[in-house]
């Protein structure tokens, strides 16, 4: 069941549509809608908890799921790498208060893009979500 008003309870749920590329029985993923770089991908458990020390052994649970996105945008975006992220805390970063791990796929021929903080312009999500999902 949703926790109250949780945006990512609802989309892993199905009450709220998303670009979603993956799930299993433990998490569902899906396309940030404010990515960094194309194919940035949130990765959530279909339980509910605040963040990742709030029931520390979930984390654990969604690390397959984790793994399996990483391959996933290497595989269909031609990604050299990925950048794992979890913020936990409102002083951290984190916004949503569902704990979710952001899996950013990175290029190596991308100059002047190498931190998180510089956001790729002009991402088209259905874009990406065709080629993610082809």
Request: negative net charge.
């Amino acid at each position: 069941m949703a926790a109250m008003s949780c945006l990512f309870c609802s989309i892993a749920a199905g009450e709220i549509a998303s670009k979603q590329v993956y799930s299993d029985d433990a998490a569902v993923a899906f396309l940030d809608i404010n990515p960094w770089h194309p194919g940035h991908t949130l990765v959530v458990p279909r339980r509910h908890t605040d963040d990742a020390t709030s029931e520390p052994r979930l984390l654990a649970e969604i690390a397959p799921a984790v793994a399996n996105v990483a391959q996933l945008l290497k595989d269909k975006l031609g990604a050299d790498a990925v950048n794992l992220l979890v913020n936990s805390g409102a002083a951290a970063g984190q916004e949503v208060f569902h704990l979710h791990v952001h899996v950013v796929p990175r290029r190596a021929d991308l100059p002047g893009v190498a931190n998180l903080a510089n956001r790729e312009p002009g991402i088209d999500l259905d874009e990406v979500y065709a080629r993610i999902t082809s």
